[in-house]
């Protein structure tokens, strides 16, 4: 940011942000300014003032030219670099579980949501966090995920004490990132629903950056002849958001060691993990990502690959996988050989946390997302600039991989009711037959007037977080589908 002009005199472009402009060839933001009465020409100059000029050129420079260069070549990750769901036994999953609550007891654990996005294609005003997905209980994708803190501190506590039921918990710090987007009406939220049981003082907001969209030869795009179009800089922005905002810091004073990174549209979450984190601890890497086998070929997410032989473990975006290395075969196990997606689980050290923020800024390279942009012109074909929160991974000295079942951990909420895929609806489908299940398992029964696969039942976070504690809710009751079972 340069120095600020005389603003009293505005009947010409103020001459040395023009010039500071000109350097960056992006004097055109000053293309309306005959147009513009006097506040507009304050604001313009205000919006100008306040980016950061070389850092954006530098970065859309690195990211312009990054595409003609071709990536080394990509290999299936390693099974050995995999804890698979089939070759994971009881005693791992109670030794891990245990691990994993012991930490988060110690304070060890905080949580990460990565909540910045715009949810342009769920098409709601609000954050998508205050999305209502339909439940009998009609909570927030925000409230299920406070509740599962919740149920986690709880059974900390109840790991050290079976009578804990009201001691005293450790509570697990919660950092949540907004953007100028999504900021006001999150804090808002959380405010009105009185934090939904946690304590205001365990909930840290903070927000990511923001980034000028640009037309295809790099030139800003301007909202209006006065504002130039922003975006968030993607939830990789996460990493130096941190890093600004002292958070990295105030993490390592209150003790934190581990990090779970999620994102907010997913239905069923599971927050705060203990078996994850105990794994994570047990394995001893830098990063961690859980992952779901890629159900086919042409399914639109993410996988996790290993770039050149040896190289670091990183993730191809399902638009930059070649589709006939999507739909390769292993021959060994007839599974697709590219078949661990990324669905946005991650763990961290805190010291990796600490690291990755520097060589993430100094490569200043982002992706450029091809999107439609408000813009003076009307709707006009732009480009965001963002990095992606796997961008770190490459930068980890170790990345282990952990497979979970889709129908357990997983219940995107990516697009509007009628969409094919991915909605309210679908998530809020999985959710009930998931507990449905659990509520069988515990020997309850239900009752339905439309057909089972179409409804379930809905357990309380505050009840059970993955299926426990069940029994003596449930057992020899009978439930009628849709509702919501809890205390
Ligand atoms: P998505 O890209 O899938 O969702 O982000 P979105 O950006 O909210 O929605 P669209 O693409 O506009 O429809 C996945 C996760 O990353 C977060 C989102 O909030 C979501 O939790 N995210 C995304 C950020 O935190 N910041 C961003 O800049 C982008």
């Known amino acids: 940011m340069g120095d600020s002009v ?128 339909g439940l009998p209980s009609g909570k927030s994708l925000f409230q299920l995920q406070a ?56 909930v840290t907001f903070f927000q990511q950056g923001t980034i000028p969209c640009v037309s295809r030869d790099g030139r800003f795009i301007m909202e209006t002849p006065y504002k130039v179009a922003k975006s968030p800089d993607g939830n990789g922005g996460v990493y130096l958001a941190l890093k600004s905002s002292g958070l990295l810091e105030d993490m390592a004073m209150r003790g934190i060691k581990y990090l779970d990174c999620y994102g907010v549209d997913n239905a069923l979450v599971r927050v705060a993990d203990p078996t994850f984190l105990g794994y994570f601890i047990e394995a001893g890497v830098a990063s961690a990502a859980k992952v779901v086998r890629k159900a086919y070929p042409q399914e639109k997410v993410g996988v996790f690959v290993q770039r050149g032989k040896g190289g670091p473990v990183s993730v191809v975006e ?8 999507a739909s390769e075969i292993n021959q060994g196990t007839g599974r697709l050989r590219y078949c661990w997606s990324n669905v946005c689980l991650h763990m ?78 679908s998530a809020r489908l999985l959710v009930l037959r998931l507990h449905a299940r659990w509520v069988a398992a515990t020997g309850g029964f239900l009752t339905h007037s439309v057909p089972l696969y179409a409804t379930g039942v809905e357990v309380s976070p505050l009840c059970s977080y993955a299926g426990e504690d069940l029994e003596a809710i449930c057992r020899g009751r009978t439930f009628h589908a849709p509702c919501e079972i809890t205390f």
């Open 6 to 133: 005389d603003s009293n005199d505005l009947s010409i472009p103020p001459l040395p942000l023009l010039e500071r402009l000109k350097d960056y060839g992006q004097e055109d933001v000053f293309a309306c300014w005959n147009e513009l009465s006097a506040e507009e020409r304050h604001l313009l100059v205000k919006d100008i003032e306040a980016l950061d000029l070389p850092r954006i050129d530098r970065i859309i420079r690195c990211s312009f030219q990054s595409q003609g260069i071709p990536k080394a070549a990509i290999e299936p990750v390693p099974e050995s670099n995999v804890s698979t769901v089939e070759n994971r036994t009881m005693e791992e999953r109670e030794k891990w579980w245990k691990m994993g609550l012991k930490a988060i007891l110690e304070g060890k654990l905080g949580v990460l949501l990565l909540s910045g996005g715009q949810g342009t294609r769920l098409g709601s005003s609000d954050p998508k966090g205050c999305f209502n997905i």
């Open 348 to 425: 961290f050290t805190l010291d990796f946390l600490n690291q990755v923020a520097n060589g993430l800024e100094k490569d200043s390279i982002y992706h450029l997302a091809e999107k439609s942009i408000p813009s003076i012109h009307g709707h006009t074909v732009g480009f965001k600039l963002e990095q992606f929160i796997f961008d770190a991974f490459p930068y980890a000295p170790s990345t282990a991989l952990f497979e979970v079942v889709r129908e357990e951990e997983f219940a995107p909420v990516k697009n509007a009711n009628g969409s094919n895929f991915d909605t309210p609806d």
């Open 147 to 202: 509740e599962r803190i919740l149920r986690v501190q709880m059974l900390a506590a109840q790991s050290v004490n079976e009578d804990a039921g009201s001691a005293r918990v450790t509570p697990i710090h919660w950092y949540i990132m907004t953007s100028p987007f999504t900021d006001e009406a999150t804090r808002k939220f959380f405010e009105n629903h009185k934090y939904f049981g946690l304590e205001a003082d365990q």
């Open 318 to 325: 399902y638009s930059e996988l070649d589709q006939s290395l």
